[in-house]
C-alpha cells in the first residue's frame, strides 16, 4: 500500500542554519505529494506541493521537488528562523485514494537564536 | 474569508460515552474530509464526505461515522467511546473530490479526552 517515510526529530538548530527533512513514499501510479506544518496548538497549514515529476513547490522560502526516479519529496530552506519551529509533515494523495492524504509521522523542528 | 471552523475545540467523556464533532469548511467547498491524530498513530484518514455523500473510507470501526449537510457542513460521531480514541480529530475541506492534487484546508481540530 501507499505510505510515506520522513525523518525522525527531533532537529534541533541554530538561526540561519541550512534544514533538510527527507521524505520519501511508496505510491502505486503518480501522487500528488505535498509538505504541512502544524504549529503548537493549531490545525495543518499546507507548505507546498507538487503534482507531477521534477517539479519544484516552494512557499516562504522552503523548497521541495517531486523526484520519481528516488521516490522522494525532501524539505530545504536555506536560512531557517525561530519562527519556523514546529513540526512538519511529508504527505501524498493518490489517484486510487482521491483527495485522502497519507502523511509521514511527522519531524519536529526547534531553531534556536 | 472564513476558514474550517471546528467546534467544540475540547471535549472530556468518559467511556462507553458517545461524542459529535461538527465541522464547517470553507465557504464554496464542497468536500469535507476527517483525521485522526494521535501520538502512536500519527495522522490517519477516516473519511471523506462530498454532496452528502461518503466518497472514502478509512480503515476505523464502525463506531465511527460521519455526515454531511445539503450546506456542506460535517459531523463526525464516536460510538461506545474507548480510552483509545483519545486523539485531536482534524476536519479538512477542499474544492472538490477525488482529485489527488486538490489541497485540503485544515481546521484547528476538536481535542478529545476520553477518561
Known amino acids: 500500500g501507499n505510505s510515506v517515510t520522513q525523518m525522525e526529530g527531533p532537529v534541533t538548530l541554530s538561526e540561519e542554519a541550512f534544514l533538510t527533512i527527507n521524505c520519501t513514499y511508496t505510491?502505486?501510479?503518480?501522487?500528488?505529494l505535498f509538505w504541512y506544518v502544524q504549529y503548537p496548538g493549531e490545525g495543518l497549514q499546507l507548505l507546498l506541493k507538487?503534482?507531477?515529476?521534477?517539479d519544484k513547490g516552494s512557499n516562504k522560502g522552503f523548497e521541495a521537488t517531486y523526484r520519481k526516479e528516488t521516490t522522494s519529496f525532501h524539505l530545504e530552506k536555506g536560512s531557517v528562523q525561530v519562527s519556523d519551529s514546529a513540526v512538519y509533515f511529508c504527505?501524498?494523495?493518490?489517484?486510487?485514494?482521491?483527495?485522502?492524504?497519507?502523511f509521514g509521522k511527522g519531524t519536529t523542528l526547534s531553531v534556536s537564536s | 474569508k472564513a476558514g474550517v471552523t471546528q467546534t467544540p475545540r475540547y471535549l472530556i467523556k468518559t467511556r462507553g460515552q458517545q461524542v459529535t464533532l461538527s465541522c464547517s469548511p470553507i465557504?464554496?467547498?464542497?468536500?469535507v474530509s476527517w483525521y485522526q491524530q494521535t501520538p502512536g498513530q500519527g495522522l490517519q484518514f477516516l473519511f471523506e464526505?462530498?454532496?452528502?455523500?461518503?466518497?472514502n473510507k478509512g480503515n476505523f470501526p464502525g463506531r465511527f461515522s460521519g455526515r454531511q449537510f445539503s450546506n456542506s457542513r460535517s459531523e463526525m460521531n464516536v460510538s461506545t467511546l474507548e480510552l483509545g480514541d483519545s486523539a485531536l480529530y482534524l476536519c479538512?475541506?477542499?474544492?472538490?473530490?477525488?482529485?489527488?492534487?486538490?489541497?485540503?484546508?485544515f481546521g484547528a481540530g476538536t481535542r478529545l479526552s476520553v477518561l
Open positions: 504527505a501524498l494523495s493518490d489517484h486510487q485514494a482521491g483527495t485522502a492524504l497519507i
Open positions: 464526505y462530498f454532496s452528502e455523500t461518503q466518497r
Open positions: 479538512a475541506s477542499s474544492l472538490s473530490a477525488g482529485l489527488a492534487k486538490n489541497i485540503q484546508y
Open positions: 505510491a502505486t501510479g503518480y501522487p500528488s
Open positions: 465557504s464554496g467547498h464542497r468536500s
Open positions: 507538487a503534482t507531477k515529476a521534477d
